[in-house]
Structure formats: structure tokens, C-alpha cells
């Protein structure tokens, strides 16, 4: 950089080394990127400071705290000058973003943090759809701007309105609001109603891939895509996705007319796309009338195969669709296609990254369309993410070792090491004389890439304990979470600059539109939330169900948040319409459903296999709060009982119930946690004590902690001895 003898703004992103008080006129701070630089950091009179914030938090100044809090390997954001002086650059900070009080901490691992972006994001949507009113499809656009306002077309795209319904069903697992899954199930029965071709003589179905609305409410039905490069042909890829919403919705529910069309649009795979031949995979697209891979209209699709007709079954919906029925038929199409992944997509040889285009023999399509020689850095992660699912469901070596190789190869090759965060597009090979991978249109970071980051480190790091790839997960997420999320106007962006900055230009500056609509958002914080609390931090897990009657397979409700490690997963305790419920299988991870013809609404608490605690806070009612405590309560569990305590106290409470059932023992740290608790409720409020088991009752009347409260064997005891 000798010749940039010119100010320039930018963004660091790295590890603090030390900091001096005394060196300038504000102080300096050291720190060291993921990829070794050094940079010596001025604080100025105008810095300000900042934490993380999760979608519809507020601001959180900590400027005033700022330089106790630059404590040695604390990960954060640094946002300021280049200045030349003395023919050297020195960076001037401007904006400092922490991820958490302490160096130790990042609250995007605290247990609700995706619980409450996930709400967040159900409601944005909800509200840019259907302003807040009721749920009527006919109302759906595909465009949304920045702001949640439709965009002037009547286009109703199919892929987004089921990457809609698959977030708003997955914001109803997360939450158990009955909002979203109306939306869900809504969004299903008007793609069954108006997107669904069903062909009972050829027993397939497929899916238009658009309506258009007119002004007097009429349809125009868009069979063949009009996208680009897919123009005048069904790509497999919105096949696909077409089942992404309805396969998330039938895991809820168990409807089994989606299931119907489950398997026939599978059927349309296994007729129209798949290979038959000794070549075997999937193509990539079929002439809309002879529904051949092979005819001449196709052009530079005709007998093609690539990453979304191959890969993309798996994340979309087979994955959710074998954790719903746990049918072999399901898991031997999931190993099908790995282990042509895993034969077909490597290409070492020429290139860091996997091969993604070929033609029917395996041969590699590098004159393809936009694509040419180039590679998207998230398809290389997102088959690292997958493959350690589908190695948890099916163990094979050759798997994890692909795995591996891709994260140990792309953060050199596809991450911002300087920066954070991941890039988009790259050329696959070096020129001469080249030593970087040069960027294909800009060093713009999308959205969906950074998920395809999170999710693959975090699967790894929790499947393989190497702190190498927790490291990486934690710089992943935190780059998206202060970078991404849209703190004014809710949702998140769909591109930013390199510097984290956002990028509104074009069709980037959309929170809707054909390449973005609820999936990647929502899976994101569905998947971060099932990793990192019951992989890596040990924490539990709540999931909701809404079973249809007759619905599953013998009225079992299979609830297995993801394909993890054999073992490392446990029910802990399952609740049907707000009732306890002792019929399930804890290591299976299976529910007896009742059988009935009532409505059933169905809470599952899930438990890493080695927590010995849980605090679950079951309902507030009337100024009323019960809050069920299971397994150990020693110093290490007082913090998640606190957690649980707090949410039952946000507002005025007459009476507080604790659920002792479950709980095994109690220490002296425990003890007094509840004495504490009991002191700063005050004499107003009501404290119940029931079910305790004999030990843990014994510990309780010997630290006269019995004093003033209420123990019964039965909370409807102790209703009528309040009487």
C-alpha cells in the first residue's frame, strides 16, 4: 500500500491484544484479525461503542464502559480512518461493536437469542404480506421492499410462498404461536389450490412456478420458469423448493394430504429428472411439454446436472422430510445423494472449491450461463453442513473427511479474514501470476452465504469438539448478527458491502423477491438455536407441535430437531394442551400421541444428554406462574432457573408455583438461590411448593425455607387451599 497516501474508511474485525490508556490522546487498543495482521487501534474524543443487539432490541451504549471492556482476546468490530501519516496508515476507530458484556461472553449463544429473531422475523413478515389483518394469500406478492412495502407487481411467486410457509412453520416449532402456523398452513393450501398441477394418469405432481393476479382477481398461471438462465424450462431446483414449506408444515402437523404431495412431486424426480442410466444423479431441467432432460429446447440446459437439482433435496426438504416419518426409503434417498456428492463434486485437483455444473456424463460444464468456471462460496459449506447431518444418520469416513476438508480449505478462500463475514462469487482458478481468487462481479456478502458458514461450523464444532471450528462459527455469526439484521425496519438485509455496511441498490435492497423470501433467515435460527444449545452450550430446547388426529403413523410424533450425533439428545419432559405427558421415548425422541379427535397442541423440552438440570417456565395465568424444575439444582444450574424466573416476573405476579416433581436434588448453592429468590419476591406474592420428593423436601424444611410458603403434592390442592 505504498503508493495509498490518502485517507480511507473500513471495518477490522479481530481479537484485542492490549490496551494502553496512555498512548495517544484517548488511548490504543492492539488486535490481531482471524488471519494474523496486527493493527495498532486510536481511540478518539468522538468513538462510541456499542453491544450486539437481536431484531427489535434496542440500543446499547457502552461508550462510557468502553475502555474497561477492551480486555484482552475479546472478539469485536471496529469501524473507522485510514489515516497516512509519516508514510504509514494509522487507523482512528469510530465505531466499536462488542458481542457481550464480558470477553468470555456472545449472547447470540444465549438460549432464546434465535428464538426472539425468529419471532422477530415472523412478524415482519406477517406484517409486509397481510399488514397484521387476516391471513389471505390472495393479498401475497413475491417483491417486498426494504421497508415491508409490496413492490407494483401481482407476480405470486411459488418457491417464496413456500420458503414463507416453511419459516412462519418454523417460527411455530420455535414458539408454539398460533399465528404462524395459520399462516403455515394457510400458505400450504393455497399452493395445493393454486400453484399444484396434479397428473393422477402419470401419479406425479408438479408446481407452476408463478400466478400472476390480475386487478378483478383472475389467474394467470405461469407453468415454465421466466428466471434467467431456467427461461421456458421446470428446473429441479423449484421443484424442489416447492415442497420446502409443505414438508416443514407436515412435520408440525401431520396432514396427510401434504404427504400425498410429497410423494408424487418425489415421483416426479424419480420419472423426469433422475438419470437412470450407469451415470446416475439428477438433471437440472425438463422441457415443460415432453418433460424430457434431453429435448432440444433446453438449449444450455438439455442434459445438465448441478449442486440444486443433486444437493439441494436434502437441506430443502428430504432432510425435515425422513425427520418427520423416519422412513427407510427417505434415508436411503438422503445417502443416494451424498455419496454422489461426495464421488462427482470434488475437484481438488484444479481448484479449492467443489465442482457445482456438469454435463450428463460427469464431465465439468465450466461455459454455463452466469456460472462459467466460477464457485459460490456457500454451496462448498453448505455441503460440508450436510454432509455431517447426513453422517449422523448414515456414519461413512468418507463423509467427514470431505467435510473437514471444505472447512479447513474455505475460510483462506471464501472468508473476510481481515473483515469478517463470507464472499459470494469467486473465480474457481488462479490466473498466472495471480495468488487471490478473484471476486466474479463485487466482494458483496449475501445473506444466505453466511448462513451456509454458521450452520457448517457449527455442526462441526459440535458434532467433532475442535474449538477451531467453534472459533469460526462464533466470527460467522457474529459478523451476520451485527451486521445483517435491519434494526430500523425489521428483517435482514440481503446483501452488504464488504465493510458490513448495507447494500441497497437493485433488487438487493428487497426483503422479497425471487432469489429471497423466509427460508434462509429462518432456518438459520432454526438450526443455530438446535447446535449451539444442545451441541455446544448444553442448554435446552423447547419444540411445538400441532398433530392433525390420525395424522402420523401410529400416533407417533416423531420430534428429533435434526439429524445429530446418536445419543447426544434426550426428551426431557412433553406437554400436551398444557398437561403433563409421560408417553414418549426419551432416547428415541418419540411421542405416543392420545388417541383422540380433539386438538392437540404438543410442547416437547429437549435435553443435551449430559444436562443435569432443566427450569422451564410453563405458563402465566391470572398473575399466576408455574415453573417445572427437573434433574440437579447446584451452583451450575442456578443461572438457567434465574433465566426462567425472570420471565416469570417481567410483569406484577400474586403467585409463584415451582413444579418440583422432577427435581432429584438440591444443593446449598441451590438452596439458597431459592431463599434469594424467595426474599426478592417479598411477602405479596403467593409461593407454592409442590410434588417436592422426599429428599428434596427434607433439604428444604432443615434450611426452614418452608417458612411462609405453601408445600402440596398437587397444584389443585393447593387452588382449593387458597380458597
Not at 482476546?73 to 462488542?98: C, P, T, W
Not at 427417505?330 to 445417502?335: P, S
Request: charged share 25%.
Amino acid at each position: 500500500m505504498a503508493n495509498v497516501d490518502f485517507s480511507f474508511s473500513d471495518m477490522l474485525a479481530g481479537y484485542v491484544t492490549d490496551f494502553d490508556p496512555h498512548q495517544g490522546s484517548h488511548g490504543t487498543f492492539g488486535l490481531t484479525t482471524s488471519h494474523g495482521k496486527n493493527f495498532k487501534i486510536a481511540l478518539t474524543s468522538t468513538t462510541y461503542a456499542e453491544l450486539v443487539r437481536n431484531l427489535g432490541e434496542p440500543y446499547y451504549d457502552c461508550t462510557s464502559q468502553m475502555a474497561a471492556m477492551l480486555a484482552p482476546n475479546r472478539y469485536l468490530f471496529v469501524y473507522g480512518i485510514f489515516y497516512f501519516d509519516a508514510g504509514q496508515h494509522n487507523f482512528e476507530a469510530k465505531h466499536i461493536v462488542f458481542l457481550g458484556r464480558t470477553e468470555k461472553e456472545y449472547l447470540f449463544e444465549k438460549q432464546d437469542w434465535w428464538v426472539k429473531q425468529i419471532q422477530s422475523l415472523a412478524n415482519f413478515y406477517l406484517k409486509a404480506q397481510f399488514e397484521d389483518g387476516e391471513i389471505d394469500y390472495r393479498k401475497y406478492r413475491t417483491g417486498i421492499g426494504l421497508v415491508g412495502s409490496k413492490e407494483n407487481s401481482n407476480r405470486q411467486e411459488t418457491d417464496t410462498i413456500s420458503r414463507l410457509v416453511y419459516g412462519f412453520a418454523t417460527a411455530y416449532m420455535m414458539t408454539g404461536d398460533d399465528r404462524y402456523l395459520e399462516a403455515a398452513e394457510k400458505g400450504t393450501e393455497y399452493l395445493r389450490q393454486h400453484m399444484r398441477f396434479l397428473d393422477e394418469s402419470e401419479e406425479i405432481c408438479y408446481w407452476y412456478h408463478a400466478v400472476d393476479v390480475k386487478p378483478d382477481g383472475s389467474e394467470q398461471k405461469i407453468f415454465s420458469s421466466e428466471f434467467g438462465d431456467d427461461y421456458d424450462a421446470i428446473p429441479a431446483y423449484e421443484q424442489i423448493y416447492a415442497l420446502a414449506g409443505p414438508t416443514q408444515t407436515y412435520r408440525v402437523t401431520g396432514d396427510p394430504r401434504i404427504m400425498n404431495d410429497i410423494e408424487l412431486t418425489i415421483n416426479l424426480f424419480n420419472k423426469y429428472f433422475e438419470d437412470k442410466t450407469e451415470k446416475k444423479g439428477f438433471f437440472s431441467h425438463i422441457d415443460p411439454i415432453t418433460l424430457s432432460a434431453h429435448s432440444p429446447s433446453l438449449g444450455h440446459n438439455r442434459a445438465k446436472k448441478n449442486w440444486n437439482s443433486v444437493g439441494d433435496h436434502a437441506p430443502a426438504y428430504l432432510i425435515n422430510l425422513w425427520l418427520a416419518t423416519g422412513e427407510d426409503k427417505y434415508a436411503d434417498f438422503l445417502e443416494y445423494t451424498f455419496d454422489t456428492i461426495e464421488k462427482h463434486f470434488p475437484d481438488y485437483e484444479h481448484s479449492p472449491f467443489v465442482q457445482e455444473r456438469f454435463h450428463e456424463d460427469w464431465s465439468h460444464d465450466t461455459t454455463w450461463g452466469w456460472q462459467q468456471n466460477r464457485a459460490v462460496v456457500g454451496h462448498n459449506l453448505k455441503i460440508a453442513w450436510n454432509l455431517m447431518r447426513m453422517n449422523h444418520l448414515k456414519p461413512k469416513e468418507k463423509y467427514v473427511a470431505l467435510a473437514e476438508k471444505i472447512a479447513e480449505i474455505m475460510p483462506a478462500v471464501g472468508s473476510d479474514q481481515l473483515r469478517g463475514g463470507w464472499y459470494d462469487v469467486v473465480e474457481r482458478t488462479l490466473e498466472p501470476g495471480q495468488e487471490v481468487n478473484r471476486f466474479v462481479w463485487h466482494d458483496r456478502k449475501a445473506w444466505w452465504q453466511q448462513e451456509q458458514a454458521i450452520l457448517a461450523y457449527l455442526i462441526l464444532a459440535g458434532s467433532l469438539n475442535k474449538l477451531e471450528y467453534q472459533q469460526w462459527a462464533r466470527e460467522s455469526t457474529a459478523f451476520y448478527n451485527v451486521w445483517f439484521l435491519d434494526n430500523e425496519a425489521g428483517g435482514v438485509y440481503f446483501n452488504v458491502l464488504a465493510n458490513g455496511l448495507p447494500y441497497l441498490l437493485g433488487t438487493e435492497r428487497s426483503k422479497g423477491s425471487h432469489s429471497m423470501s423466509g427460508y434462509h433467515s429462518f432456518e438459520l435460527a432454526y438450526l443455530a438455536t438446535v447446535y449451539t444449545n444442545l451441541l455446544i452450550a448444553k442448554q435446552p430446547m423447547d419444540l411445538y407441535f400441532k398433530p392433525k388426529p390420525g395424522g402420523f403413523k401410529d400416533n407417533i410424533l416423531r420430534v428429533a430437531p435434526d439429524i445429530l450425533p446418536p445419543g447426544s439428545v434426550r426428551i426431557g419432559e412433553v406437554w400436551i394442551n398444557g398437561h403433563k405427558h409421560s408417553d414418549f421415548d426419551a432416547e428415541n425422541l418419540t411421542v405416543k400421541l392420545p388417541s383422540t379427535q380433539d386438538e392437540l397442541k404438543v410442547r416437547v423440552r429437549l435435553l443435551p444428554a449430559k444436562v443435569f438440570f432443566d427450569a422451564t417456565l410453563l405458563e402465566i395465568t391470572e398473575g399466576t406462574a408455574k415453573i417445572s424444575l427437573t434433574g440437579l439444582l447446584d451452583a451450575d444450574a442456578v443461572g438457567r432457573f434465574q433465566e426462567e424466573l425472570t420471565k416469570a416476573t417481567q410483569k406484577p405476579l400474586r403467585r409463584l408455583v415451582l413444579l418440583l416433581q422432577d427435581l432429584e436434588c438440591i444443593t446449598t448453592a441451590g438452596m439458597r438461590s431459592l431463599i434469594f429468590t424467595k426474599q426478592k419476591l417479598g411477602s405479596d406474592v403467593e409461593l407454592y411448593v409442590v410434588g417436592a420428593q422426599v429428599q428434596v423436601e427434607h433439604f428444604l424444611r432443615m434450611s426452614s425455607f418452608c417458612e411462609g410458603i405453601t408445600m402440596v403434592d398437587k397444584y389443585e390442592a393447593a387452588e382449593l387451599a387458597s380458597v
